[in-house]
């Protein structure tokens, strides 16, 4: 990136906007999905669209034979309208509208049961349709040694898990397809217990209810590639893909080459469901510097972006400064800020170098929750660019929202823009 050509993107697109790598998303993509084939080769991703549900990437996912996991009737449409079959997607979430679960299950794809109401409810669309099979899965909740008491699934050693078991092996219409667990710690040190959590659940369900899954499913929570300068800030260093795998998918080896030979079992297909792990280092945002003012002894730079733009809140991204051809000095201990009235919007503190009014700062590392988390708080939010191709080819993926996008669905100002016309 230059001078010169985020000059000439910022002409055509306004002065912030996203690059969004998809090389660099699909390269992740294959280095993920070889480091856990290698050690167990029945492993599949299942991108998780909540992280990042940008169509480009949801439809690469799917050309690549990775699965859709999604948690909500939006994400499943937008799963649909990018071309995945229903037999590729997965339901996952507390919270599941009957009709669209419905709808999904009629259609091949498979949900995971959260709660005992919704297994009723499933139960009950069975019934309904005696002639279908639907696939269903189990999502599982149990310690893992991480200090926090998950709020999602069943409680394996419950009686509603108890009264779930015995529905799917009574239930000739429910075809038990999944076996998922998810936690949210992302340090490896954690995964090697939930790989023999949910190897646990598995033995216990063949053993005591005569009915196994196809598929085990571990969750996502991975950290992704990141420069020196975050891990720093995080005060963590991420251990790579093959880490993982060797933490996880190696229990999964050890365990089905040994039990399901013996038995004369089909090993179950592995699945993650990484998000972040995937297209955190994918995406840049760009702004540019506004001003800069001094306030009693503070050096204040305001740029045309907000910390919810990035996702990052407490420690300073990866940024790197650019010149925008205007005037520039040098600052020490200089807080960059965003465009809104927050006090505590910042997108970076304590920086020490050169800046100027105009110049770009280019935040890495933002590919991961910014762009599906940011509101339209005091503007509307910015395009979407992709550079896969690199910065002489760039794709408009996303335009610039309007006006008009936020506000057509209040009817106040639908009534009065229908009195003007």
């Known amino acids: 990136m230059t001078t010169q050509n985020l000059i000439q993107l910022a002409k055509q697109y306004g002065d912030s906007f996203y690059l969004l790598d998809s090389a660099q998303f699909q390269r992740n993509y294959r280095e993920l999905e070889s480091a856990f084939q290698a050690v167990y080769p029945y492993f599949r991703i299942a991108y998780s669209y909540k992280t990042n549900y940008t169509p480009k990437l949801c439809r690469l996912v799917d050309e690549m034979g990775g699965y859709a996991e999604v948690v909500s009737e939006m994400e499943m449409e937008i799963a649909l309208r990018c071309g995945v079959a229903a037999e590729r997607m997965i339901w996952n979430g507390p919270v599941k509208h009957s009709d669209r679960v419905e709808e999904l299950l009629l259609a091949g794809g498979c949900v995971n049961i959260d709660n005992l109401a919704e297994a009723q409810a499933i139960g009950e669309i069975a019934r309904r349709h005696p002639n279908r099979t639907l696939h269903v899965g189990i999502r599982c909740n149990f310690d893992v040694g991480d200090g926090t008491l998950s709020r999602f699934g069943f409680d394996v050693e419950g009686e509603d898990f108890d009264s779930l078991c015995r529905m799917l092996a009574d239930s000739p219409g429910l075809h038990f397809k999944c076996l998922h667990c998810h936690f949210a710690k992302r340090r490896v040190e954690y995964w090697p217990a939930r790989a023999k959590g949910i190897l646990a659940v598995y033995e216990k369900l063949r053993e005591r209810y005569g009915i196994t899954p196809d598929r085990i499913d571990l969750g996502g929570g991975i950290y992704g590639k990141m420069p020196e300068c975050l891990s720093r800030e995080l005060g963590y260093t991420p251990p ?181 016309n």
């Open 240 to 420: 790579g893909y093959d880490s993982y795998a060797k933490a996880a998918a190696a229990v999964f080896a050890e365990h089905f080459c040994k039990e399901a030979s013996e038995r004369g079992e089909k090993r179950p297909e592995l699945l993650i469901e990484p998000g972040s792990a995937l297209v955190g280092d994918c995406m840049k945002f760009v702004a540019r510097i506004d001003n800069i003012r001094q306030i009693r002894g503070k050096w204040i730079a305001t740029a045309t972006g907000s910390q919810k733009n990035i996702s990052m809140a407490g420690i300073n991204p990866p940024m790197e400064v650019i010149a925008g051809g205007g005037e520039r000095q040098r600052y020490t201990d200089a807080d960059i800020a965003g465009y809104t009235c927050i006090e505590s919007d910042y997108l970076y503190q304590h920086y020490d170098g050169w800046l100027g009014a105009g110049d770009f700062v280019v935040i890495s590392n933002c590919g991961s929750y910014s762009v599906v988390m940011k509101p339209p708080f005091i503007l509307p939010n910015v395009p979407v660019l992709d550079i896969g191709k690199g910065m002489d080819q760039v794709e408009l993926i996303k335009r610039k929202e309007t006006f008009d996008d936020l506000f057509r669905t209040f009817q106040l100002l639908r009534s009065e823009e229908t009195k003007r």
